[in-house]
């Protein structure tokens, strides 16, 4: 899965790089800590988001259902 910050450019550029990075700290750690939640592994990190693997290295039996719309919280604000 890839995840990553709509508006990110725009929004670096109004909050310069001390204060764009202390988000992205706190964006980063909601993410990383959901992706576990969910039996899964961040296997990147990227300036404005990051990408996550599920059922890798270890199969997930129930990945359909784990990984359904209706459950999963990234869309949420």
């Given at each position: 899965?890839?995840?990553?910050?709509?508006g990110?450019?725009?929004?670096?550029?109004?909050?310069?790089?001390?204060?764009?990075?202390?988000?992205?700290?706190?964006?980063?750690?909601?993410?990383?800590?959901?992706?576990?939640?969910?039996?899964?592994?961040?296997?990147?990190m990227?300036?404005?988001?990051?990408?996550?693997l599920?059922?890798?290295?270890?199969?997930?039996?129930?990945?359909?259902?784990?990984?359904?719309?209706?459950?999963?919280?990234?869309?949420?604000?």
């Amino acid at each position: 899965m890839f995840c990553d910050m709509e508006g990110f450019t725009s929004l670096s550029e109004k909050l310069g790089p001390e204060k764009i990075y202390a988000l992205m700290d706190q964006v980063y750690e909601i993410l990383i800590h959901k992706v576990h939640d969910y039996e899964g592994t961040v296997n990147e990190m990227t300036g404005d988001g990051i990408m996550a693997l599920f059922g890798a290295p270890i199969a997930l039996e129930d990945a359909p259902s784990v990984l359904s719309a209706p459950r999963w919280p990234f869309t949420e604000r």
